[in-house]
């Protein structure tokens, strides 16, 4: 991942689990508890791609396993962020930018319902029956409902920070730049030189041929062949001047 890329996700990762445990933990709503940091690396996945999305949502899960109050074992839900997280990057069209707000509300529907389903999996495996207890009905059906209320004033505000820190303004620049700067190069070779490469003047010393000129013409003319040569040149004007000098 790119360093841009880190800094942001880490900067989001540490906010989000600092409001849902700090806050969203404390609202004391029914069943299951607003995802922030679900949400987070959905927004990022999005952008990011699913290689980015699975190590984002690894970290996020990571983080969130050792943090306290966490009551299960350390990698549980690194593991379902992982999985979230790579799951989401692949619906990034090839284009880079989803149309429409139906494709990401669809993601957040079903990374709320597969992550609710993938907690309880693993806690089945590890002896955890906190979901049978609390009613996993329940829990899909409020988890689903926190998690879209949230969404339409977090995904969009991620997705856009991320799109803003994967632009690079040196690769844009390379890109469209590119033979902008070869003639500025050119020009400042020319001015120096006297020769008009790569401009579209024509042939300045080379002329209309692209052949040199001979040199026994050059050593006959003297101050007659310098007077001819600016003669000749009158047709090309002023364009003439700024190919050697720019101005």
């Known amino acids: 991942m790119r360093l841009n890329r880190m800094l942001l996700s880490a900067a989001l990762i540490l906010v989000a689990l600092v409001v849902q445990v700090s806050v969203l933990a404390r609202l004391q709503l029914p069943g299951a508890v607003p995802d922030l940091l679900l949400l987070v690396v959905l927004g990022l996945a999005l952008v990011y791609g699913h290689t980015a999305g699975a190590l984002v949502g690894f970290a996020a899960g990571l983080l969130a396993d050792?943090?306290?109050?966490?009551?299960?074992?350390?990698?549980?839900?690194?593991?379902?962020?992982?999985?979230?997280?790579?799951?989401?990057?692949?619906?990034?069209?090839?284009?880079?930018?989803?149309?429409?707000?139906?494709?990401?509300?669809?993601?957040?529907?079903?990374?709320?319902?597969s992550s609710t389903l993938l907690y309880a999996g693993v806690g089945a495996l590890v002896g955890d029956t906190a979901a049978r207890q609390v009613g996993l009905t329940g829990l899909l059906f409020t988890a689903?409902?926190?998690?879209?209320?949230?969404?339409?004033?977090?995904?969009?505000?991620?997705?856009?920070?991320?799109?803003?820190?994967?632009?690079?303004?040196?690769?844009?620049?390379?890109?469209?730049?590119?033979?902008?700067?070869?003639?500025?190069?050119?020009?400042?070779?020319?001015?120096?030189?006297?020769?008009?490469?790569?401009?579209?003047?024509?042939?300045g010393a080379l002329g209309k041929a692209g052949k040199p000129p001979k040199a026994g013409k050059a050593a006959k003319s003297g101050k007659a062949g310098r007077s001819a040569k600016l003669s000749r040149s009158g047709g090309a004007g002023t364009a003439g001047i700024k190919g050697v000098k720019r101005l």
């Open 144 to 203: 689903t409902l926190y998690d879209l209320l949230l969404a339409p004033f977090t995904v969009p505000v991620i997705m856009a920070l991320a799109r803003r820190s994967d632009h690079d303004p040196l690769a844009a620049e390379s890109s469209g730049g590119t033979a902008t700067g070869v003639g500025r190069s050119y020009g400042w070779l020319s001015s120096g030189t006297g020769l008009r490469v790569g401009t579209a003047g024509g042939g």
């Open 66 to 113: 050792v943090a306290p109050p966490a009551d299960h074992a350390v990698g549980r839900y690194a593991l379902v962020l992982c999985v979230v997280g790579y799951v989401a990057g692949l619906t990034k069209p090839e284009s880079g930018q989803h149309r429409s707000a139906t494709v990401p509300m669809l993601v957040v529907a079903v990374a709320a319902i």
